[in-house]
């Protein structure tokens, strides 16, 4: 794994941990909490520092997509849900293949699902990990994904939110994603 890789690994992990102490002193008394679903759709861009342009040269690259996110959160701090993003594009990436021999391979409009659990230290901020795959024309990869949220009720169960995630795609390439979406909640209580 590259340093800069690492690094914004680093980050987001110590975002995680260092955020929620921060906020926890905001904290209002809250009332009873009732298990609830939610669907989201986003949108946003995937970025990869390996792609690879129309005459072989290496050049990072950044591909639209479309996100739809379902999620049951069944206590006030914990979710699990499925997270599926669609790339709408074709691309060529470098991959790893062993050691430090590199090989490209060409993506047809890959779709990366993704089981995901959520750690809610707020009624705003999520915190995720998962596992998944993204399964293409040609070849499949497993891949693991690191998540943060921040989402903002607009109207009752009606919800805003931005996200920022890592995907490292085992043995192919890694890729952060920022998008944009709204979600609506079923059931329970809205926030």
Do not use: C
Not at 58 to 70: F, N, R
């Amino acid at each position: 794994m590259k340093y800069y890789q690492l690094l914004i690994i680093r980050g987001i992990v110590s975002l995680a941990f260092l955020l929620p102490g921060f906020i926890a002193f905001t904290q209002e008394k809250e009332s009873p909490f009732k298990p609830r679903h939610s669907v989201g759709i986003n949108i946003g861009h995937e970025h990869s520092f390996g792609g690879i342009d129309e005459n072989g040269n290496k050049e990072s690259i950044i591909l639209p997509y479309w996100g739809i996110d379902y999620n049951f959160q069944f206590s006030r701090k914990f979710a699990i849900g499925l997270h599926t993003d669609f790339i709408t594009e074709s691309f060529k990436v470098e991959r790893t293949v062993e050691g430090d021999e590199q090989e490209i391979v060409e993506r047809s409009s890959p779709i990366a699902p993704a089981v995901m659990g959520f750690y809610k230290p707020t009624e705003h901020w999520s915190f995720g990990v998962g596992m998944g795959g993204e399964f293409a024309k040609g070849e499949n990869y497993v891949l693991n994904r690191i998540a943060v949220e921040y989402g903002v009720e607009i109207k009752k169960a009606w919800e805003v939110f931005g996200a920022l995630q890592y995907d490292v795609r085992w043995k192919a390439y890694d890729t952060w994603t920022i998008g944009l979406g709204i979600s609506k909640s079923f059931g329970g209580q809205p926030k």
